[in-house]
């Protein structure tokens, strides 16, 4: 069955940088769009970004240009997400999602999340 | 495009109907010709489990109480009779525009 598993959140002071983890298993990961997507208390459910299956194209929402970037390691079955320059308002849980339609469509299944606190 | 959902508070009676209303702010059929709306449900202490997809398609193992309709910019989630499993947060998505968006949630409980 699909699984895909977090890590790598905490506590982390405003302005420095933390990367998470998603490994996934159960489905072919190369074949597969991934997204990650956070839960903040003010927001709800935001995107943060998206992810081709061979990590050739990236898109992300305006949140997230140009302080975080999505990565993934097809040989490792991994996600990453790099977040740099890191605020208050990034105090979420922190999900990878797998997508699977063609064009960043859809999402059909969800990690457990990683919570990330940023707070001095 | 922003998804509003109503109500985004629901206390349910068990065996009884529900109804999730959920508006999205633009017309939500893709280029490709599909509509891109997806539901999910939230239960306390886990991650989010997709329902409904392409506005009515039930993924495998959902309920057949669970029912989704709608085009345009108006879509429903009807429960036909409520479990007490159903608890939790139901949240709409929409994935035909970039970047996808969410609605805020409707809780249902329990009466």
């Known amino acids: 069955q699909v699984q895909l598993v977090e890590s790598g959140g905490g506590v982390v002071q405003p302005g420095r940088s933390l990367r998470l983890s998603c490994a996934a298993s159960?489905?072919?990961?190369?074949?597969?769009?991934m997204h990650w997507v956070r839960h903040t208390p003010g927001k709800g459910l935001e995107s943060v970004g998206v992810i081709s299956p061979d990590g050739s194209n990236k898109y992300y929402a305006d949140s997230a240009k140009g302080r975080f970037t999505i990565s993934r390691d097809n040989s490792k079955n991994t996600l990453y997400l790099q977040m740099d320059g890191l605020r208050a308002e990034d105090t979420a849980v922190y999900y990878c999602?797998?997508?699977?339609?063609?064009?960043?469509?859809?999402?059909?299944?969800w990690g457990q999340g990683t919570l990330v606190t940023v707070s001095s | 495009v922003v998804m509003t959902q109503s109500p985004l508070s629901l206390p349910v009676t068990l065996g009884q109907p529900a109804s999730i209303s959920c508006r999205s702010s633009?017309?939500?059929?893709?280029?490709?010709?599909?509509?891109?709306f997806i539901w999910f449900h939230q239960r306390p202490g886990q991650s989010p489990r997709r329902l409904i997809y392409r506005v009515s398609k039930r993924d495998s193992g959902v309920p057949d109480r669970f029912s989704g309709s709608g085009s345009g910019t108006d879509f429903t989630l009807k429960i036909s009779r409520v479990e007490a499993e159903d608890v939790g947060v139901y949240y709409c998505m929409q994935g035909s525009h970039w970047p996808p968006t969410f609605g805020q949630g409707t809780k249902v409980e329990i009466k």
């Open positions: 159960g489905f072919t990961f190369s074949t597969s769009a």
């Open positions: 999602a797998r997508d699977p339609t063609d064009d960043y469509n859809d999402i059909d299944y």
């Open positions: 633009q017309g939500l059929v893709h280029r490709d010709g599909n509509t891109y």
